[in-house]
Structures are given as C-alpha cells and as structure tokens.
C-alpha cells in the first residue's frame, strides 16, 4: 500500500507541476509581449466617437451576414446590406463595421452618396477572438441604428 | 518604398446596361501589418502598415469614400454597389498610413 502511495504521490506531483508552471509562464509572457497597436480604441469609444453620444436603436432593417465559426479569425468576411432608401432626400450616409475585442475597434467607415443605388458593403476583416461584429449605419436624419452578431473565432487573427 | 502594387477592379455581373446596378469590387496586394505582429525571421516587431483611405469615383466625381483600419484582412477586398448612369471610367484611388498613393481605373462600358 505504502508503495503504491508513494508512487501516486509522485504522479500527482509532477503533473501539478508540468501544468501549473508554463501556464502562468505563458500568460505573463504574453502580457508583456502584448504591444499596443497604434491606434488602440474600444468599442464604447470608438461608438461615441461616431454617434457623438447620441442613441443608437437596434434595426432588422440592417441585414449582417457573418460566419457564425471562423476558423481562420485572419479572413472573416463581412457583408451588409440595408433595407433603406438611397434617395437625395433620405439615405444611408455610412456604414462603419465595428468588432468588440480587437485592439482597434473599428475596421471601416464607408460613406455613401445617393449614386450607389442600394446601401451595400462587403469586405473581410480580422478578428483577434470570439467576440460580435457590429455594424453602426448613420442615416441622413441623423439617426444612427445597428446590428450586431457574434463570431466565434477557432485561431485568432491579429498574432 | 513605393513600388507598384498589384490591385484589380471587377464589375459583376460582366453583362450590364445603362440603369442597372452592379457590384463594384476592389482588391489590392497589401500587406495591412497591424503594429502587433511579430516578424518570423528577425523577431522584432512589424511596423503598422495599412491601406487607410479609399476613394471610388466614376469620372472624377467620388461616389463612395471609405476610411480604413488595420481590423482588415490582409490583401483586402472592398466591394460596393453602383448605378450604371453611362460610358465613362471608375478610378479606385487609396493611400497608406506610410505615405504610399496609388490608384487604379477600370473602363464601364455598357451594352445598349
């Protein structure tokens, strides 16, 4: 019996050690070489810097289509369409496609005219982690709505 | 280093008349390094490099500006719609955060 303890004892020991140790390595070192991007921003920023702390309401009219699972978060693409007129009177004036967790919040601002019919944008973005894309469309009334669906991320994107 | 980069304009569908409204792509080689990326062989730190403005215009007169971040994927593709209003050319013109300016053209050619 004596024996057998010892020998689990040992076990117990080395795997505690070979997990605990470069774990908590691992995250230190990352946190150290975790620069900072040139144009760092966050979501909630990066949203008042747009609105100007004005209210934005959530809209179905604003159609969003992500990948549901990126397996690669280096190539996500992003397509929006808005069910909006593009008239002189009333129009979308800018789509902005935003992310939550990157260390810039924003990805694109796109202003449009009346000359492009339908209010339309795609593009492809890189995203660091799971985490919602969010587009922010700004009307010609000065209203701004959006939507938002989340991204889940297998590799990350920003190494 | 401002060396020529490799972009292209693609209008879909190819077919399109005066009136219709088409997609207007565009793609360009860039590399949109984000200031937080390692180099593989040296081991230092990647300078920030990306496309930051974009200027579609048809004839001169811009339809559709954009303002870019590094979020975007690297060789970046931007796709817009666009009502055919008759011949002319649509010029892409797009600066980078290092100072480099390119642009390119595509001719729109309608059938009748």
Redesign the interface.
């Given at each position: 019996m004596e024996r057998r303890k010892f020998i689990q004892g040992m076990f117990a020991a080395t795997a505690v050690v070979a997990i605990t140790v470069p774990t908590t390595m691992f995250a230190e070192e990352a946190k150290k070489a975790?620069?900072?991007?040139?144009?760092d921003m966050s979501f909630d920023e990066a949203v008042k810097a747009i609105t100007e702390g004005k209210e934005v309401k959530e809209s179905d009219k604003i159609k969003l289509t992500v990948p549901e699972i990126a397996e690669n978060g280096?190539?996500?693409p992003v397509k929006v369409n808005v069910d909006y007129p593009m008239t002189e009177k009333e129009s979308v004036t800018a789509i902005h496609i935003l992310?939550t967790a990157?260390?810039?919040?924003?990805?694109?601002?796109?202003?449009?005219?009346p000359?492009?019919?339908?209010?339309?944008?795609?593009?492809?973005?890189?995203?660091s982690k799971t985490q919602d894309v969010v587009a922010l469309v700004a009307l010609s009334d000065g209203t701004y709505m959006k939507a938002s669906k989340s991204v889940k991320v297998t590799i990350g994107?920003?190494? | 280093m401002a060396e020529a980069r490799k972009s292209m304009i693609k209008i879909k569908p190819k077919k399109y008349k005066v009136g219709d409204?088409v997609?207007v792509d565009f793609i360009v080689i860039h590399p949109?390094d984000?200031?937080?990326?390692?180099d593989k062989k040296t081991g230092k730190?990647k300078p920030?490099h990306y496309i930051d403005n974009i200027t579609f215009s048809?004839d001169g007169?811009?339809?559709?500006?954009?303002?870019?971040?590094?979020?975007?994927?690297?060789n970046?593709?931007?796709?817009?719609?666009?009502?055919v209003?008759g011949k002319g050319k649509i010029t892409v013109d797009y600066t980078d955060?290092q100072g480099e300016k390119n642009s390119k053209s595509k001719k729109v050619k309608p059938k009748e």
């Open positions: 975790a620069p900072k991007g040139p144009n280096a190539v996500v992310n990157n260390s810039n919040a924003r990805c694109a601002d796109v202003m449009l005219t000359a492009n019919e339908k209010a339309y944008f795609a593009t492809r973005v890189k995203l994107g920003c190494g | 409204t997609k949109m984000t200031g937080m990326q390692k730190i920030a048809f007169k811009p339809f559709t500006t954009m303002k870019v971040w590094e979020s975007v994927s690297t970046p593709y931007f796709s817009v719609n666009y009502k209003t955060n």
